[in-house]
Structure formats: C-alpha cells, structure tokens
C-alpha cells in the first residue's frame, strides 16, 4: 500500500513539475502573455503613428490646395496651359 502511495506521489509530482515548466506549460504562458503585452504596445504606437501621418498628409493636400486657391484669386495666376477668362459685370 506504501509503495502504491509513493508512486501515485511521484506521478502526481512529475505531472505538476510538467504543467509548471513542460512544453505549453506555466513558464511558457506567461512569457507568451509578456511577448503579446509588448507586441500590442507597439502596435497601438504604430496605430497612432499612423494616424499622425495621414492627419498630416491630409493637411499638407489641403494646405497646398488653398494656397493653389488663393494664388489663383487674389494674384490671378493660373497654370501652364489654362485660359485665363475675366468676366466684368455691366456698367451701372
């Protein structure tokens, strides 16, 4: 009876050593949960990055399309190959 008792305690042992440390086991979680933790840190960085430089992207196209704007209004310049057509209303 003691010897059946000492193996079932060893088994039982040997089955806990290899849940704690074994492939897939306690050890490997919670590396796996620190390598994800970091992995999703960066990638929201990235995100937000991103996010900048499109939001910077969008400003630069504006930007030049109002400057492009105003140099056509306010200075009358127009591009290579454009007719510049003046319409001045009736005298009054």
Do not use: H
């Not at 290899?18 to 992995?39: C, K, M, T, V």
């Not at 992207?57 to 209004?73: C, H, N, P």
């Amino acid at each position: 009876m003691r010897v059946l008792a000492a193996l079932l305690c060893c088994a039982i042992l040997a089955l806990g050593w290899d849940i704690y440390s074994g492939r897939n086991g306690w050890q490997q979680y919670q590396l796996l949960s620190a390598e994800l933790q970091q992995a999703q840190e960066r990638s929201e960085l990235l995100v937000k990055r991103n996010d900048a430089l499109e939001a910077e992207l969008e400003d630069l196209k504006q930007g030049s399309a109002a400057i492009e704007e105003l140099a056509r209004s306010e200075l009358g310049l127009i591009k290579e190959g454009e007719t510049f057509y003046r319409i001045i209303g009736a005298a009054q």
